[in-house]
Nanobody, 125 residues
Framework: QVQLVESGGGLMQAGGSLRLSCAAS????????IGWFRQTPGKDREFVAA???????YYSDSVKGRFTISRDNGKNTVYLQMNSLKPEDTAVYYC???????????????????WGQGTQVTVSL
């Protein structure tokens, strides 16, 4: 059973930085894609970034140039480094995997079958 656990969320002032982690377990191979999504109350989950098993990266326009996604296969962990945070980045952040079934990684939540529990990120003025 694949499990994803996010960590690293918290409260930060605008302009600050946070690094989220997504630790994966229960999958025997590193050949999987990971996506980060975020959600605010009353809205659908929004694509933030994705990294493929081949280490290609993808970003939404709203975070490009501020966020960086990376992976450490030795630790089965994907990171989302978030810099220059803005109040509109406030959301619950989720990581998800499709176990490498899609190419390229999908930008919609329906492309992912396994999700973490989410971590809250709050950015204040």
């Amino acid at each position: 059973q694949v499990q994803l656990v996010e960590s690293g969320g918290g409260l930060m002032q605008a302009g600050g930085s946070l690094r989220l982690s997504c630790a994966a377990s229960g999958h025997s191979s590193n050949r999987y894609n990971i996506g980060w999504f975020r959600q605010t109350p009353g809205k659908d989950r929004e694509f933030v970034a994705a990294i493929s098993w081949a280490n290609t990266t993808y970003y939404s326009d709203s975070v490009k140039g501020r966020f960086t996604i990376s992976r450490d296969n030795g630790k089965n962990t994907v990171y989302l480094q978030m810099n220059s945070l803005k109040p509109e980045d406030t959301a619950v952040y989720y990581c998800a995997t499709d176990l490498g079934r899609n190419w390229p990684p999908q930008r919609i939540q329906e492309g992912y079958g396994y999700w973490g529990q989410g971590t809250q990120v709050t950015v204040s003025l």
